[in-house]
T-cell receptor, first 114, second 118 residues
Framework: NAGVTQTPKFQVLKTGQSMTLQCAQD?????MSWYRQDPGMGLRLIHYSVGAGITDQGEVPNGYNVSRSTTEDFPLRLLSAAPSQTSVYFC?????????????FGNGTRLTVT | AQTVTQSQPEMSVQEAETVTLSCTYDTSESDYYLFWYKQPPSRQMILVIR??????QNATENRFSVNFQKAAKSFSLKISDSQLGDAAMYFCAYRSTLYGGATNKLIFGTGTLLAVQP
């Protein structure tokens, strides 16, 4: 059971480039989400999805797009990378969106934008 | 809006001793969940322990236990018999039980970096 898989583990981008961070889970979880982790700020919610075809914004959505075409995958797209998006990104999923379902985290992607 | 505060950026403990990490939070809700996550150098976020606000009994998981003081909005983590593998960043997090919006959203504190001395 792989759990939540994020790729790549590390990425360096130049300002203005685009890329997609991949997230896949094999637990048939309905709920998936993306967080970013910055020094001194904990983790903050970027976008989330409560099921295939349904996405919504979190606290810090600007500069990011998401889609959920399948239950398993929830990619995060940066259309035009900016240095302010240098961060560690975590994908997390849970069985459903009830608050009793624990979140399972991927191992993170460290992104540097120069 | 809810906030979570961890006032100890760094802590240190000797191997086999006990250490307590502090966390306070602010909310107007009466029911919610509180969590402690461990993040070792591998970056993985590992759930250590969780507490449901309506349960008065403090949660325990092996060497990890919490002191949940609802009226004081305090949720500290005690690690007993500290081991070298406990060295990590520890995050306190809050989750509302209200349905709707970014349900299941975790609100994190800024973390406490725990060092374990041999």
């Amino acid at each position: 059971n792989a759990g939540v898989t994020q790729t790549p583990k590390f990425q360096v981008l130049k300002t203005g480039q685009s890329m997609t961070l991949q997230c896949a889970q094999d637990m048939n979880h309905e709920y998936m989400s993306w967080y970013r982790q910055d020094p001194g700020m904990g983790l903050r919610l970027i976008h989330y999805s409560v099921g295939a075809g349904i996405t919504d914004q979190g606290e810090v959505p600007n500069g990011y797009n998401v889609s959920r075409s399948t239950t398993e995958d929830f990619p995060l797209r940066l259309l035009s990378a900016a240095p302010s998006q240098t961060s560690v990104y975590f994908c997390a999923s849970s069985r459903d969106f009830s608050t009793s379902s624990p979140l399972h985290f991927g191992n993170g992607t460290r992104l540097t934008v120069t | 809006a809810q906030t979570v505060t961890q006032s100890q950026p760094e802590m240190s403990v000797q191997e086999a001793e006990t250490v307590t990490l502090s966390c306070t939070y602010d909310t107007s809700e009466s029911d919610y969940y509180l969590f402690w996550y461990k993040q070792p150098p591998s970056r993985q976020m590992i759930l250590v322990i969780r507490q449901e606000a309506y349960k008065q009994q403090n949660a325990t998981e092996n060497r990890f236990s919490v002191n949940f003081q609802k009226a004081a909005k305090s949720f500290s983590l005690k690690i007993s018999d500290s081991q070298l593998g406990d060295a990590a960043m520890y995050f306190c997090a809050y989750r509302s039980t209200l349905y709707g919006g970014a349900t299941n959203k975790l609100i994190f504190g800024t973390g406490t970096l725990l060092a374990v001395q041999p």
